[in-house]
């Protein structure tokens, strides 16, 4: 089973910056996206950024151009860079990773979410 593990979350003022990072372990063959999705209290999950294993990205529009997704294949990791942070960013953030396992089958894993709050 593919096990994603999140690190980076807290508590961070208006206009600061926090660096969420995961990385995905198992029988991992390959990686084709990885993502950050995020869900407030009382809201639906919603797609934050995701990369394809060649670095092409999408990113939420309310996030565009203060957030910065990237990763590393050779150690499978993703990283979330939030600049220019906002209240309304304040939610769970889960880490997302999907691909091919060793033996051919098809995975998509998610972390366990870590809690970031932007506030004064």
């Known amino acids: 089973q593919v096990r994603l593990v999140e690190s980076g979350g807290g508590l961070v003022q208006p206009g600061g910056s926090l660096r969420l990072s995961c990385v995905s372990s198992g029988p991992i063959f390959s990686i084709n996206t990885m993502a950050w999705y995020r869900q407030a209290p009382g809201k639906q999950r919603e797609l934050v950024a995701l990369?394809?294993?060649?670095?092409?990205?999408n990113y939420a529009d309310s996030v565009k151009g203060r957030f910065t997704i990237s990763r590393d294949n050779n150690k499978n990791t993703v990283t979330l860079q939030m600049n220019s942070l906002k209240p309304e960013d304040t939610a769970v953030y889960y880490c997302?990773?999907?691909?091919?396992?060793?033996?051919?089958?098809?995975?998509?894993?998610w972390g366990q979410g870590t809690q970031v709050t932007v506030s004064s």
């Open positions: 997302n990773s999907e691909g091919l396992m060793t033996g051919g089958r098809d995975y998509r894993s």
């Open positions: 990369i394809y294993r060649l670095g092409t990205t």
